[in-house]
């Protein structure tokens, strides 16, 4: 089975603090991403990464980094952390015989 | 631009009956991949069943069929003999196919219960 893990499923953070969200997959894909769900606005691309150290902006980057040094990993950074990012991350993967993605379980973000 | 629509924020409907949850996009794309997604209260979201834009016939995957309309641009989803564990969120995403990336836009959602 495919495997997407992130490294934390809440996190508290004060705002002004730099935030690191850590994605694995163990299943050798090459493209990987970012998203972040509100209520009502479903799930929106913060960014996407197609190989090691290449990346590309999704819908919403802005306030936002990443990071791909390994294939297996991708890692979403919030560089000044702001109340309105208080959300859920979810991170993904693609493979599969239908391009299909496979995701993590989530992390629930809250910047106070 | 691609645009998903799911115009049903929260359903109810009785176990052991069928649902059908609406979905509707925009897209000026000739080939495109239709995705429905399920997210349970834990928040990982599963992948139910894909409709490619060219597919001939529904997709169907056990409990789950697409009703795939191209003409009105339409992929609802058909959950037969609902059951208490199909209470969840589920999502309608499209993918471009000739987009390398595969990125996935997604609807707002339909929060599905299910009554015993």
């Known amino acids: 089975d495919v495997k997407v893990t992130q490294s934390s499923r809440y996190l508290v953070k004060r705002t002004g603090e730099k935030v690191f969200l850590e994605c694995v997959q163990d299943?050798?894909?090459?493209?990987m991403f970012w998203y972040r769900q509100d209520p009502g606005l479903g799930l929106r691309l913060i960014y996407f990464s197609y190989d090691v150290k290449m990346k590309e902006k999704g819908d919403i980057p802005e306030g936002y980094s990443v990071s791909r040094e390994k294939k297996e990993r991708f890692s979403l950074i919030l560089e000044s952390a702001s109340t309105n990012q208080t959300s859920m991350y979810l991170c993904?993967?693609?493979?599969?015989?239908?391009?299909?993605?496979?995701f993590g379980p989530g992390t629930r973000l809250t910047v106070t | 631009a691609q645009k998903i629509t799911q115009t049903q924020p929260g359903m109810f409907v009785q176990e052991k009956e069928a649902v059908t949850l609406d979905c509707t996009y925009d897209?000026?794309?000739?080939?495109?991949?239709l995705f429905w997604y399920k997210q349970p209260s834990s928040g990982e979201m599963i992948f139910l069943i894909y409709?490619?834009?060219?597919?001939?016939q529904n997709a169907t995957e056990g409990r789950y069929s697409l009703n795939f309309q191209k003409a009105r641009k339409s992929a609802n989803l058909v959950i037969s003999a609902s059951q208490l564990g199909d209470s969840a969120m589920y999502f309608c995403a499209m993918s471009p196919n000739h987009n390398a990336g595969n990125m996935l836009t997604f609807g707002g959602g339909t929060r599905l219960m299910v009554k015993p």
């Open positions: 409709q490619g834009s060219y597919d001939e």
């Open positions: 299943m050798d894909h090459e493209n």
């Open positions: 897209t000026s794309d000739q080939s495109y991949g």
């Open positions: 993904a993967s693609r493979g599969g015989t239908l391009d299909e993605q496979y």
